[in-house]
């Protein structure tokens, strides 16, 4: 009988939490359907998925949104309350800065020379396919990490539309050893 009584008492907090769960789970499930670009040169361009870029500009608009609504109905009264909402400014704004360069800067294009890949974090790298000594994949970070000649190393988040492409890609142009186990890894 207590456990129904404190559900009562938390449901609102279990709407909340499950309602974030299903949206971030469809975010991600959209992530993985997206499909890559194909130009006419038949390279393609893999970027983020719409769902998420739409995320990652309107999870900080609606956070931006609820403190204004919550500090228009209780204005802060005192001094730490006032630098306690412009932290949760600051840091809305820097969770809205990471979105906007990860999500619509990065992109990765594979073709047959090779792969370039952008970003507002490194700018523009390019790694011909005689340049890869390994591709490998992190489980923790949910990404492939290409390893390449003198050249830095590349991170390619595993939610970005075409690793499909990708694969054919390194299967066609790179040694296997160089590449299997990481794809291995990913189809578990």
């Not at 900080?60 to 609504?69: E, Q």
């Not at 050249?151 to 160089?178: C, N, Y």
Request: proline share 3%; hydrophobic share 45%; with cysteine.
């Amino acid at each position: 009988m207590r456990a129904l009584t404190l559900i009562g008492e938390d449901l609102d907090k279990l709407i909340i939490v499950t309602t974030v769960t299903l949206i971030l789970g469809f975010l991600f499930s959209a992530a993985g359907r997206a499909k890559p670009i194909k130009t006419e040169g038949g390279e393609y361009v893999l970027e983020y998925a719409n769902t998420l870029k739409l995320f990652g500009l309107a999870f900080p608009i609606v956070l931006f949104a609820g403190l204004t609504i919550a500090l228009y109905l209780k204005t802060p009264t005192n001094s730490e309350g006032v630098i306690a909402a412009a932290c949760i400014f600051l840091v809305i704004s820097v969770f809205a800065i990471y979105f906007y360069i990860e999500f619509y800067t990065v992109k990765i294009i594979v073709g047959t020379n090779g792969i370039r890949a952008t970003s507002g974090w490194k700018g523009l790298r390019v790694y011909r396919w005689s340049d890869i000594q390994k591709l490998s994949y992190s489980e923790n970070s949910n990404w492939f990490k290409l390893t390449a000649n003198e050249k830095p190393s590349l991170r390619i988040s595993t939610m970005i539309s075409g690793l499909d492409q990708m694969l054919a890609h390194f299967e066609e142009h790179v040694p296997q050893e160089k590449w299997a186990g990481a794809f291995e890894r990913t189809k578990n």
